[in-house]
């Protein structure tokens, strides 16, 4: 059984041991009761051994937190986290406090007087608890082992904790009861056996309930707690694919869950990272093609030109044969100097300089002037809020609706038939969504897993750089962009930004 077990264990039962203090009130009632009849040398026992009782109980909570101090003092794992300064060393003590009740503070001391003092975020009011200073109950602190912190010029540690006052009045009492007793000491009576034995009794069916229940308590905490070790070990190895499951409503449940959102955050990140990477190398290919492209088309068009411009002679067939060669070197030409500006514009992309705008607003002034490009196709506004603010490049976001856009409508219009384009802003907590849909064919899934990296087209003209600009403007808004199928047939764009306000 695991440490951590052993602790669930203990609070149960210490929790089970609560109805004690119900079953306190019988014994003064019995009590008064056996004074009445005349006290006894076993009830004079039982008083002596609960005044025994709460002084081991004080005794062995001190040591607990003795124990503790000195185990922090000797800490490795403290030691290896002070290599991240104070954050790292307030972060560990602070878990570990959180993990021992009564804990009110830790203070590393310094040797020049630089001490560092984590608090447990815990609340201990004077009329319930009494707060010392914990393991010597003395001025002087523990030293510390750890090699790291006496580097940092860490000397000592000390505790701070709390001990509830109700020992020590319940022991005060005892005592009091005790001082009473022997004042009118020297009766017995077979009454004082069985009540021993009843109390007795009442006492250990709790505590059997309890030990049963926490067994099962902690086998079941400390299985889920496990899951989260393991998993953050495969993380820890790379494998940010790996996701545990939820089981249950309760704390745990609640750590995997964050868990499972922490490795998605640092999975899309670690994706997000390598696409703008991938997307800068890409630009520095198209800088060098542009550059090595542009340049002899000027003498290829001029040489082709002088050639059918000097030629004098009388044959027909050649003269035709010039003609020709000279239409089509230029609408090459041409088209190879569309090819160099969409690779320069690529190459060139400008940095986002965002500003908050109400996106409400900037897609009704977009829908507008969008709408009656062409008769084949409309472009439709759906508003689900008001108002959504946003930090955003208004230039360079138009650019992104009009990519978005104008592929919806060459889809719809290639398929043969009219159809509709909509643009839909929705929000959702700290997200505002937006989505592009058409009607139109659709693309496969193979497609889909290839539509944002530059250079694929599934057109028969274009350059595939498109969707490209677009995921690398998005992401450096940092937001999100994904395509998936539309409710009814046709594709969907989805764009994901953090709402400002």
């Not at 005349?38 to 937190?65: C, H, Q, W």
């Not at 009329?127 to 010029?153: F, Q």
């Not at 889909?448 to 808004?477: N, Q």
């Amino acid at each position: 059984m695991s440490r951590f077990e052993l602790k669930i264990l203990f609070a149960v039962v210490f929790a089970a041991m609560i109805p004690g203090g119900a079953a306190m009130l019988l014994v003064n009632e019995l009590a008064e009761e056996s004074f009445q009849l005349g006290l006894n040398d076993r009830v004079r026992e039982a008083v002596e051994e609960t005044s025994k009782l709460y002084r081991e109980v004080i005794a062995a909570r001190v040591a607990a937190y003795k124990a503790f101090a000195r185990e922090l003092s000797e800490s490795a794992e403290l030691g290896r986290r002070a290599v991240a300064g104070r954050e790292g060393i307030s972060q560990y003590l602070h878990a570990r406090m959180r993990a021992v009740e009564g804990v009110e503070s830790v203070t590393l001391v310094h040797a020049h007087g630089k001490n560092i003092v984590v608090g447990a975020g815990r609340a201990f009011p004077d009329e319930a608890w009494h707060v010392r200073d914990i393991p010597n109950l003395e001025d002087e602190p523990l030293s510390v082992k750890a090699e790291a912190l006496r580097g940092l010029g860490v000397t000592g540690l000390r505790i701070r904790a709390a001990l509830e006052r109700r020992y020590e009045r319940r022991l005060e009492e005892s005592g009091v009861f005790d001082a009473v007793y022997k004042e009118v000491a020297g009766q017995r009576s077979a009454f004082a056996r069985s009540f021993a034995l009843a109390f007795a009794g009442v006492l250990a069916i709790p505590v059997v309930v309890a030990l049963g229940l926490g067994w099962l308590l902690a086998r079941n905490v400390t299985k889920r707690v496990r899951a989260v070790i393991r998993g953050t070990g495969r993380v820890a190895l790379g494998d940010l694919a790996f996701e545990i499951p939820i089981a249950g409503r309760d704390e745990v449940a609640e750590l995997t869950r964050a868990f499972n959102a922490m490795v998605r955050d640092i999975r899309e990140q670690r994706e997000q990272i390598g696409y703008l990477e991938r997307i800068s190398a890409w630009q520095g290919v198209a800088r060098r093609l542009a550059h090595e492209i542009k340049n002899p088309l000027t003498p290829i068009q001029l040489a082709i030109q002088e050639a059918a411009r000097k030629y004098a002679g009388d044959d027909a067939k050649y003269r035709q044969l010039l003609d020709t060669s000279l239409e089509i070197v230029t609408e090459e030409v041409a088209s190879l100097r569309k090819l160099v500006d969409e690779f320069s514009a690529f190459a060139k992309l400008p940095a986002v300089k965002a500003e908050e705008t109400d996106l409400v607003a900037f897609l009704r002034d977009f829908v507008r002037d969008y709408g009656g490009i062409d008769d084949r196709v409309s472009v439709d506004l759906k508003v689900g809020v008001d108002s959504a603010r946003v930090r955003l490049d208004r230039m360079l976001f138009r650019r992104v609706l009009d990519n978005l856009v104008k592929n919806a409508r060459e889809a719809i219009v290639e398929s043969g038939k009219g159809g509709n384009v909509t643009v839909e802003v929705l929000r959702r907590d700290e997200v505002v969504r937006l989505t592009v849909t058409d009607d139109g064919p659709g693309f496969t899934a193979q497609v889909r897993a290839r539509l944002f990296e530059p250079y694929y087209t599934s057109k028969r003209e274009g350059t595939g750089l498109g969707l490209a600009i677009v995921k690398k403007t998005i992401l450096e808004h940092d937001g999100k962009i994904f395509a998936e199928s539309g409710p009814e047939g046709g594709a969907r764009f989805v764009i994901e930004l953090r709402a400002s306000s």
